[in-house]
């Protein structure tokens, strides 16, 4: 769901790591070298806008699925949960490694849109 072109853009062009767990499955892709990380997670069991607390979360809609994040704000990792049935969906993690550059929101939003286009086809 995540295609390699996307990973290269993102700086995690390594071979993904897949776990599996009792909330979903998790497949994570991480370049030791540059520290960025991204991380596609599928969620069952619960709602995953749940996922976002923050008080000041974005709410929007991708590809007709609602979507919630938090505003960025100098932050170092930004999560992207998005909603695709009742008690389902995913979420889209993007991480620079602990170094503040750039606009993760805005490539996590970017990698969650490419995978809702995906699933609603």
């Known amino acids: 769901m995540v295609d390699a072109e996307t990973r290269e853009e993102l700086q995690v062009d390594v071979p993904g ?32 806008l749940r996922e976002v607390l923050h008080p000041e979360a974005v709410s929007v809609e991708m590809s007709g699925f609602p979507a ?19 008690d389902r969906g995913f979420g889209v993690a993007y991480s620079d490694g602990g170094k503040g550059d750039g606009d993760l929101c805005a490539s996590a939003v970017a990698v969650a849109e490419r995978v809702a286009e995906t699933i609603k086809v």
Do not use: F, N
């Not at 919630?68 to 009742?86: D, F, H, L, S, W």
């Open 17 to 48: 790591e897949a776990k599996s767990g009792p909330g979903g499955s998790i497949c994570i892709w991480q370049d030791r070298d540059s520290g960025m990380k991204l991380a596609l997670r599928i969620v069952t069991g619960h709602d995953p």
């Open 68 to 86: 919630k994040y938090p505003p960025e704000r100098g932050a170092t990792m930004c999560e992207v949960y998005v909603r695709t049935a009742p």
